[in-house]
């Protein structure tokens, strides 16, 4: 099959699956939370406990409670900026986000590391101030190039602008960087097809399908093919 430009197909098509694939990105980026407490023994005993009953209580869908236990685990981790990224993930991912940007800005001041600068860039750009989240990513960047998670927030911004082929550049740079994921697969998808590129859209979504095969993901895989025959 040719790689020639094809007539991209209309935007909104692509957008609703877009936003689902923010939220599953969210989801993906904080689900080792108590795998990553336990293993890392940071601290002993109960002073772990927060964050691991924090991010069971998010996956049971109970938001303010784990709000509170996130809020616990930077109270008694105080001077671990790790701990406190972690808890700022967590407050993100069950939508505080003035709670998560506060968390992570306290972990930016004990050690700026990319990583930080890459949530607190996603959880401002959630928040619609994408001005600050890029900012915020190219300080991940300047640190780390690699940074998979600013990568793959900066192709996010420039496929909100409408700069597909940006957006897909800086996506394949995430995927290079790291084991592949659905959300950053599927988002690379999203900007390969609006960017007229129907072939190499289609082995993206074929491959995000195939690590987690969703509605969303099946769906634009089903486009791209269509796109493409015509």
Do not use: C
């Not at 430009?5 to 209309?10: G, K, S």
């Not at 988002?187 to 969303?216: C, K, M, V, W």
Request: net charge neutral; proline share 5%.
């Amino acid at each position: 099959m040719s790689l020639e430009r094809a007539e991209p197909p209309a935007p909104w098509l692509y957008r609703v699956a877009f936003v689902a694939g923010l939220t599953l990105l969210a989801v993906v980026l904080v689900s080792g939370l108590a795998r990553v407490a336990m293993r890392d023994r940071a601290f002993p005993g109960l002073e772990q406990d927060p964050l691991v009953e924090a991010a069971r209580m998010s996956e049971r869908g109970d938001r303010d409670a784990a709000r509170a236990e996130f809020a616990a685990a930077v109270a008694l981790n105080a001077g671990d900026d790790q701990m406190i990224t972690h808890a700022g993930a967590g407050f993100r991912k069950t939508g505080h986000h003035a709670d998560a940007e506060a968390a992570l800005r306290k972990a930016l001041q004990i050690r700026p590391r990319p990583s930080t600068y890459s949530q607190l860039g996603w959880t401002l750009m959630e928040a619609g101030r994408v001005d600050e989240a890029a900012a915020s990513f190219a300080a991940a960047l300047q640190t780390d190039p690699g940074e998979p998670l600013a990568l793959a927030g900066m192709g996010e911004i420039r496929l909100t602008s409408d700069r597909y082929a940006e957006a897909a550049d800086f996506f394949r740079r995430s995927i290079a960087a790291k084991t592949p994921d659905a959300a950053v697969m599927n988002s690379y998808g999203i900007a390969l097809a609006l960017a007229g590129n129907s072939t190499a859209a289609i082995q993206a979504f074929e491959l995000a399908a195939r690590l987690d095969p969703t509605p969303d993901i099946l769906a634009n895989l089903a486009r791209a093919r269509a796109t493409s025959s015509r």
